[in-house]
């Protein structure tokens, strides 16, 4: 279901005056309601439409309200089912919790109790719908087809992948250590054309000079001392694919030249020949680090900087989306339960909220070994907060909730509600911004207006 399309409940009843008092009470819940006057007219709206909560009366001409029960549960499973009488008897009820139903309510109903079972039953709904949307989600991304997140910012980078992969264009990924620049990469050559092809990954930070030039362009037997056979370079071995050249900032000034004759011209002789090998090869470059200022500073050549910059990807920091720390959490939870053979199926609520405040200096990374680490630590099928390292759950001591007195004017009240947000994540105004659901200007825009500035 749209997340901007309001929840959808089905009224089956047979009395029109019954159908309205509902309807009243559904629609200042912010729910759609539509209308079925039996059994069978309802079965033939659930099979034609989408609906998330029926409501239904026990008796109904055509088919009543069990039977109807008993038909949408095979046909439409998670749509939650509440069902109505003015005659019913325990066994009824019983038999209609047997049979499914979210509750069962005696007429005329009170209006506070059927706003609440009515609100509950939404809730459930709509939760499943999410965790429906984050199983597919988390399974296309274990197929390669897409990167973990939600947040716009990941939603437009997973856009450029798309529209750039089928290019040989270059391109540089920059961000933080941990933020998941190599995965980018595998999106970038998975969805290109050169995905049957090879893709070869070269950490430039872990090698030093004279290694990482024989990795690059290979070499021939005997051009150095211990190289004893001919061995083929990461560029050759990646002719026709793709090429991934991470830290590439760590890279010397004397292999930069040789870097930027491969991208220019395409080719390069193995260490100890004069051959020169004719390459077609897809690079993309990541770093850590912000490469003009090493232009600046003289340690990056400034026509290789251009030759990588074509399409440049930022990808932010952990800290910046919050809102994607739920579904790495558990894609991390589903792949380690699976590694370690623990049967933890789930995160505790008390302990998401812990996930979502907390900054995450070493990014998506650093979720990944929390997570291990919990499933590991856990007792149960739930991961709690005692499963969290201390320096997670220590912000646990800021309130989450906010007295507001009636009668506070709406600008005031959403400046109290920043500012307790602000004091919630300790200051961090891009982590508020994405629990209160607005742009970070937006914060800074409405904290200067209520300061009167």
């Not at 059994?39 to 609906?51: K, P």
């Not at 024989?214 to 211990?226: N, P, S, V, Y």
């Amino acid at each position: 279901m749209p997340h901007d399309t309001a929840p959808s409940i089905l009224i089956a009843d047979d009395e029109p005056e019954i159908r309205e008092a509902l309807a009243r009470i559904v629609k200042k819940q912010g729910l759609t309601p539509r209308f079925a006057a039996d059994g069978r007219e309802a079965l033939d709206i659930l099979q034609s439409s989408h609906v998330d909560v029926l409501l239904a009366d026990l008796r109904m001409p055509r088919m009543d309200g069990l039977e109807l029960l008993k038909a949408t549960k095979t046909i439409k499973p998670d749509v939650e089912v509440i069902l109505l009488t003015g005659h019913g008897s325990v066994e009824d009820a019983v038999e209609a919790i047997k049979a499914g139903a979210y509750d069962f309510i005696s007429k005329p109903p009170r209006k506070a109790l059927i706003e609440k079972v009515i609100a509950r039953a939404v809730e459930k709904r709509l939760l499943a719908l999410e965790n429906q949307r984050l199983r597919e989600q988390l399974d296309a991304f274990q197929s390669g087809q897409t990167i973990i997140g939600t947040s716009p910012t990941m939603k437009k980078i997973m856009d450029t992948v798309r529209q750039v992969a089928s290019s040989a264009a270059t391109v540089l990924i920059q961000g933080e250590s941990g933020t998941g620049k190599e995965r980018i990469a595998d999106a970038i050559h998975a969805y290109s054309a050169r995905k049957n092809a090879s893709f070869i990954k070269v950490n430039c930070a872990a090698l030093p000079e004279t290694l990482l030039e024989a990795e690059l362009f290979g070499h021939e037997k005997g051009a150095f001392t211990g190289a004893s056979t001919r061995r083929i370079g990461r560029f050759e071995s990646a002719h026709q694919g793709t090429l991934l050249l991470d830290e590439v900032s760590e890279m010397s000034l004397a292999m930069q030249v040789k870097l930027l004759r491969v991208l220019q011209e395409g080719e390069f002789e193995r260490l100890g020949s004069t051959k020169t090998i004719q390459v077609d090869v897809r690079l993309i470059a990541a770093t850590n680090t912000h490469l003009p200022d090493l232009v600046k500073t003289g340690k990056f050549r400034e026509d290789l900087f251009y030759r990588l910059n074509v399409i440049t990807l930022t990808i932010p920091p952990l800290r910046d989306r919050p809102e994607d720390t739920p579904l790495l959490a558990h894609h991390f939870l589903r792949l380690y339960a699976r590694k370690n053979e623990k049967p933890v199926e789930r995160i505790s609520e008390q302990t998401m909220d812990h996930l979502i405040r907390y900054p995450w200096p070493g990014n998506v990374r650093e979720l990944e070994n929390v997570i291990e680490r919990a499933v590991v630590m856990s007792t149960s099928s739930e991961i709690t907060p005692d499963d969290l390292p201390g320096s997670i759950t220590q912000t646990a001591s800021r309130t989450k909730h906010l007295m507001i007195p009636i009668g506070t004017p709406l600008p005031e009240i959403e400046a109290q509600v920043i500012r307790a947000t602000l004091e919630y994540v300790g200051g961090n105004k891009n982590v508020a911004a994405g629990l209160l659901g607005i742009a970070s200007r937006t914060i800074y825009r409405k904290l200067d207006k209520s300061n009167g500035s």
